[in-house]
């Protein structure tokens, strides 16, 4: 059974840091390319970071420069620093685990953690 559980979300004060974790089980890890995704107020989910296999990242725009996305093959965890926070960055953040493309692609998710970004 595949799960991904995240942690380390919580209620932070603008400019202020959180550090995310997610781990994996149940899955091949260090082939899979792993994210984080976001859920606002507007209910729809937003890529934010993605980390491949062979370690090459991509950010959306509103976190470059803010966001850091790692990953650690040998604990089967990913990781998401997240700098300067604005209350924009308010989300329910969920961990993504995917390997393939197509017909023949897996792709899994966790259930979330929520991240409040609030003085």
């Known amino acids: 059974q595949v799960q991904l559980v995240e942690s380390g979300g919580g209620l932070v004060q603008p400019g202020g840091s959180l550090t995310l974790s997610c781990v994996a089980s149940?899955?091949?890890?260090?082939?899979?390319?792993m994210g984080w995704y976001r859920r606002g107020p507007g209910d729809q989910r937003d890529l934010v970071a993605t980390?491949?296999?062979?370690?090459?990242?991509d950010f959306a725009d509103s976190v470059k420069g803010r966001f850091t996305i790692s990953r650690d093959d040998a604990e089967n965890t990913i990781y998401l620093q997240m700098n300067s926070l604005r209350p924009e960055d308010t989300a329910v953040y969920h961990c993504?685990?995917?390997w393939g493309s197509g017909l023949s692609s897996l792709n899994y998710w966790g259930q979330g953690t929520q991240v409040t970004v609030s003085s």
């Open positions: 980390i491949t296999s062979r370690g090459y990242t």
């Open positions: 993504n685990a995917r």
């Open positions: 149940g899955i091949t890890f260090g082939i899979y390319t």
